[in-house]
């Protein structure tokens, strides 16, 4: 008996492909169409936590049918990343780290952890040229914050307060290092589910291997 399940366990791991973790994670949700159940909504199935449309997707293995939907259920494997990425400890974000990789991986994208930097004007106002020739809105200096510029009329000095554009700046040092934290955050989320899909989960047709997005790409 434990021949024949050394056989089939070697037989089964010959047939699966080998995938990335966040290539899978875009598979099952973009791919596949998986959907993401609240932690409330997963059950314990064995050894592992699964969803509720997951037991459905077994049900259907076994030749129950279950009336309702639209559509054809996710690949059984998908239904298991959804259920991981429902299941993501406080440690790495949770459910709310869990949403917000179920929504970049529906698009198929990494999040963004450069902000580009700019300076605008922070209002506009019109001219005779029409909207096309919109110039920067300035405003006057404040009196007891601002300067004076010196100037000279009909020979009497007299002094007059300037002008300034207010501007606004994106990209700042701080903008840029809170997108980094929250990157280098996604990457330990990624990490947990690496291992948790990767060690005792029964994925039927794929193997997770130890690629992972460039942790770091910041100092390249």
Known sequence: ?????????????????DIAI????????????????????????????????????????LGCHIDGGGRSEPHPDADVVASAVAVLSDGVGGWRMATWIAELARVGVLPDWSVPCSV?????????HGRTGKVAASVDVDPDNGFEIPRTARGNDHRVF???????????????????????????ALHELKLSLGFGCDLTAFRVTKDMPAIRPWQK
């Not at 994670?25 to 969803?51: N, R, T």
């Not at 300037?162 to 330990?188: E, K, M, N, T, W």
């Open 22 to 61: 966040w290539d899978l994670i875009v598979w099952a949700f973009k791919s596949e169409c998986a959907q993401l159940d609240h932690p409330k909504m997963v059950v314990d199935y064995g050894h592992q936590m699964v969803s509720s449309s997951y037991l459905i997707c077994r049900h259907e293995m």
């Open 1 to 17: 008996m434990m021949a024949m399940t050394q056989d089939a366990f070697a037989t089964r791991r010959a047939v699966q492909q």
């Open 120 to 128: 605008t004007a922070a209002d506009w106002q019109g001219n005779a």
């Open 162 to 188: 300037g002008r300034c554009c207010p501007v606004i700046i994106r990209g700042d040092a701080s903008q840029q290092a809170r997108a980094r934290r929250s990157y280098s955050q996604f990457i330990l």
